[in-house]
Antibody
Framework: QVQLQESGPGLVKPSETLSLTCTVS??????????WSWVRQPPGKGLEWIGY???????NYNPSLKSRVTISVDTSKNQFSVNLSSVTAADTALYYC????????????????WGQGTLVIVSS | QSALTQPASVSGSPGQSITISCTGTSSDVGGYNYVSWYQQHPGKAPKLMIY???HRPSGVSSRFSGSKSGNTASLTISGLQAEDESDYYC??????????FGGGTKLTVL
């Protein structure tokens, strides 16, 4: 049973870069069956897809965040990470990493495994 | 990309059936059979309930079912139980090779 675990600072200053890592256990990130994704949820609000990465390094991002976000994968550590630059209070959220089942033709289907989430607060 | 449209809240009594809608466009919900539904209890991570419009993962109760007509997908819960009270989110693949979530629906079991 695959498990995902987020890690990283819980407090980030405005204008700085938020960096989180997701460690995958019980499965490999180097698989053509899945993508690896980040999703966030501001307190009391809904889910927002941030982006995902394929083991090859191919990425896709939410257009609203694309200018500030980078997702990378480290197959040697079985981890993937997200960097979000120039953060503001609006980036305060619970950040989840999740596994995404690939569909046909390199499309993506569904989020079938989630980490427990990590709260990141943007404040000086 | 715009969030998919869900009702903010729905309610039902134990034993009844309820349906939650998820409306998008021909570039997402209407264009692909990659609609999924998630249940999220307070303080917990989302849980996959339905994938590819109408498929149920192993372990999910048969009381949960999904369907789609045009640009609108639906989640139906039959035989409503107290434990079903939760937030529900839909998600869809889009023509931009991205994913988009709905705004979420709070289900109250009366």
């Amino acid at each position: 049973q695959v498990q995902l675990q987020e890690s990283g600072p819980g407090l980030v200053k405005p204008s700085e870069t938020l960096s989180l890592t997701c460690t995958v256990s019980g499965g490999s990130v180097s698989t053509d069956t899945y993508y690896w994704s980040w999703v966030r949820q501001p307190p009391g609000k809904g889910l927002e897809w941030i982006g995902y990465i394929y083991y090859s390094g191919s990425t896709n991002y939410n257009p609203s965040l694309k200018s500030r976000v980078t997702i990378s994968v480290d197959t040697s550590k079985n981890q993937f990470s997200v960097n979000l630059s120039s953060v503001t209070a609006a980036d305060t959220a619970l950040y989840y990493c999740a596994r995404v089942r690939a569909g046909t033709g390199m499309r993506t289907s569904h989020f079938d495994n989630w980490g427990q989430g990590t709260l990141v607060i943007v404040s000086s | 990309q715009s969030a998919l449209t869900q009702p903010a809240s729905v309610s039902g009594s134990p034993g009844q059936s309820i349906t939650i809608s998820c409306t998008g466009t021909s570039s997402d919900v209407g264009g692909y059979n990659y609609v999924s539904w998630y249940q999220q209890h307070p303080g917990k991570a989302p849980k996959l309930m339905i994938y590819d419009v109408s498929h149920r993962p192993s372990g999910v109760s048969s009381r949960f079912s999904g369907s789609k007509s045009g640009n609108t997908a639906s989640l139906t819960i039959s035989g409503l139980q107290a434990e079903d009270e939760s937030d529900y989110y839909c998600s869809s693949y889009t023509s931009n090779n991205t994913q988009v979530f709905g705004g979420g629906t709070k289900l109250t079991v009366l």
